[in-house]
Each structure stands twice: as structure tokens, then as C-alpha cells.
């Protein structure tokens, strides 16, 4: 028996059947595609990918070496895969229930308390990279 086309499961491109170059462009498309998309929508991560032009401008007028400054940008990258993390459970949690819900507050509430450890943690570091080059 034919499955009717409208239940039919959509074409991958990238499937198995495909070499790894095939997957490998494909995940970069979904992943720029998630990054472009969490830049339209969600504000903590626009304010997030300013601060990142910011610190990239900080380091190269400080002139650090490189590996403290691949480790500083990277310790931002990590709040804004965090940020990304944060949105995403978000967006599930809401198609879970819409109306006030304790479990779900206290869940988005635990993600937001995650992104604020990890901007907490950058502060911490960058002030001590800059207060040890001093």
C-alpha cells in the first residue's frame, strides 16, 4: 500500500545515503540558519553578538596573545551557545502549555540562571586576564 504523499516523509538531502561532505554542508546550513533565526528573534542574543563585536574590538586594540584571545572569544561563544540552548527549551516549554505553569517557570528560570552563571564566569575572566596584563 502507498503511503498518501501528504504523509510521506520529506526529502533529506543529507541523509545516509549521502557522503559526509553532503552532511557536513547541510548541518552548516541548518546552523547558520539557527544562528540567523535566534538573531531576528530573540533580543538576548542580538545583545549578545553586539557584546561579541565589542570584546573582538577590545582584543584587537589589547593586542594579546593569541591563545588568550581564541580562549576569551570562546568563553563568549560558550554564553551565546548557552543563550541558543536557553531560547530553544524555551520555545518547547511554551508549545508544552501557554497558560501559567510553576514547573515550566521554574525550568525557564533555571536556563536563564545558566546564561547568567556563564556571562558571570566571562566578567570573571576577562577582569583577570586584563588585571594580570597589567
Known amino acids: 500500500m502507498r503511503v498518501p504523499a501528504n504523509l510521506e516523509r520529506p526529502h533529506r538531502p543529507h541523509s545516509k545515503r549521502f557522503g559526509p561532505a553532503a552532511r557536513l554542508y547541510w548541518g552548516t546550513r ?3 540558519s539557527g544562528l540567523l533565526c535566534a538573531f531576528r528573534q530573540e533580543q538576548a542574543f542580538q545583545f549578545e553578538t553586539v557584546v561579541l563585536a565589542l570584546l573582538v574590538a577590545v582584543l584587537l586594540w589589547a593586542e594579546l596573545p593569541f591563545l588568550r ?3 576569551l572569544l570562546g568563553a563568549w561563544l560558550a554564553v551565546m551557545a548557552l543563550e541558543l540552548v536557553n531560547s530553544a527549551v524555551e520555545r518547547a516549554f511554551d508549545l508544552i502549555d501557554r497558560e501559567y505553569n510553576a514547573q515550566i517557570k521554574a525550568g525557564k528560570d533555571m536556563l536563564s540562571a545558566a546564561v547568567f552563571l ?3 564566569f566571562n566578567a570573571l575572566l576577562w577582569g583577570a586576564f586584563f588585571l594580570q596584563a597589567r
Open 69 to 71: 584571545s581564541v580562549a
Open 118 to 120: 556563564a556571562i558571570l
Open 30 to 32: 541548518y546552523s547558520l
